[in-house]
């Protein structure tokens, strides 16, 4: 009996990692800022929860909250987006990411071809 429930957690679990891989394939690329008074120009998303904003690396992860995916950006804080335009656009969730990042929101841009290189 034990080893069928660690062998469903197991399960459980390695599909929960698929399932934020693959949600994490259609962020990867780079977000440009639509707020130009800004410090931060752009967003770059990566595999494996790298990213690259404000000239320096940083992480994020994928978060689902009443039916809507959030990304959270760890930097000098956490920025939160909320995706919209089936993943091309995120939008600020909450008024830190408003002040310090973003009004408009961030846009991928398709012709940039950036990379998380460490």
Not at 20 to 32: C, I, M, P, R
């Given at each position: 009996?034990?080893?069928n429930?660690?062998y469903?957690?197991?399960?459980?679990?390695?599909?929960?990692?698929?399932g934020?891989?693959?949600a994490?394939?259609?962020?990867q690329?780079?977000y440009?800022?639509?707020?130009?008074?800004s410090?931060?120009d752009e967003?770059?998303?990566?595999?494996?929860?790298?990213a690259?904003?404000?000239?320096?690396?940083?992480t994020?992860?994928l978060?689902?909250r009443d039916?809507?995916?959030f990304?959270?950006?760890?930097?000098?804080?956490?920025?939160?987006f909320i995706v919209?335009?089936?993943?091309?656009?995120?939008?600020?969730?909450?008024?830190?990411?408003?002040e310090?990042?973003?009004?408009?929101?961030l846009?991928?841009?398709?012709a940039?071809?950036?990379?998380c290189?460490?």
């Amino acid at each position: 009996m034990f080893r069928n429930i660690g062998y469903v957690a197991f399960a459980a679990a390695s599909l929960l990692a698929a399932g934020t891989a693959s949600a994490a394939d259609w962020l990867q690329g780079t977000y440009v800022n639509g707020d130009k008074d800004s410090l931060m120009d752009e967003a770059i998303f990566c595999d494996g929860g790298k990213a690259y904003a404000g000239m320096g690396h940083r992480t994020y992860t994928l978060e689902e909250r009443d039916g809507k995916t959030f990304v959270v950006l760890s930097s000098n804080g956490k920025f939160t987006f909320i995706v919209a335009g089936d993943g091309h656009k995120l939008l600020p969730a909450d008024d830190f990411t408003k002040e310090w990042f973003t009004k408009t929101g961030l846009t991928k841009d398709p012709a940039r071809t950036d990379t998380c290189n460490w």
